[in-house]
């Protein structure tokens, strides 16, 4: 690889590195700020932890969908689902963000990268559906984990992501557990 390229890589490497100081509306344990490089960090174990239960996945390409999934906050940061209004979209915004993002890479790294976010934007193959199950799982988790300081919405979180984590029974049955501890933080 000649150095240009290897010097495009690079770039993008440190530019990313945004996303461990890119704060969502979770807390740890402890009750400091969740980033979201900590939330893609164990949505990949998740994956990896599961992947018997999934054997007709890929899992190198599920690893791949779950550390680019949330790669355009680096730049804008996360908006959570609960302030997310009909004014922005998203989806639209993050993409932009990943674009400018990936500028650096060579032509054929943009364009992978970009088919792996639209990929699982559209949940467009059984990867990306479980990618966006078990992210849904992965907050929901979290947010019965956090040391919250109120802003969590625990009535918002019964419903969120059902029409992703609902469609599979290991998925479904991780959601019901969740729920449970869910439901005990609305008492």
């Not at 996303?19 to 402890?30: A, E, F, M, Q």
């Not at 239960?53 to 689902?81: M, Q, R, T, W, Y």
């Not at 993050?94 to 639209?118: F, V, Y």
């Not at 919405?153 to 969740?178: E, H």
């Amino acid at each position: 690889m000649d150095t240009g390229k290897l010097e495009g890589i690079l770039h993008f490497l440190k530019n990313a590195e945004q996303l461990k100081d890119t704060i969502r509306s979770s807390y740890t344990s402890k009750g400091r700020h969740e980033s979201t490089a900590e939330h893609s960090w164990r949505l990949c174990l998740m994956a990896i932890v599961l992947e018997k239960e999934f054997p007709g996945i890929s899992i190198e390409k599920l690893l791949k969908l779950c550390v680019v999934h949330d790669l355009g906050e680096a730049l804008n940061g996360d908006i959570s689902a609960v302030d997310q209004t009909g004014d922005i979209n998203k989806g639209v915004e993050e993409r932009k963000d990943l674009m400018e993002l990936a500028r650096p890479l060579p032509p054929e790294l943009q364009k992978e990268i970009l088919d792996l976010w639209d990929e699982y934007e559209n949940a467009g193959s059984q990867e990306a559906r479980l990618a966006k199950a078990l992210d849904k799982l992965e907050t929901l988790l979290q947010h019965t984990q956090g040391k919250n300081l109120g802003n969590i919405d625990y009535q918002f979180n019964m419903t969120y992501g059902k029409q992703y984590t609902d469609y599979d029974p290991v998925t479904c049955g991780l959601r019901a557990i969740i729920d449970i501890e869910t439901k005990k933080r609305t008492e």
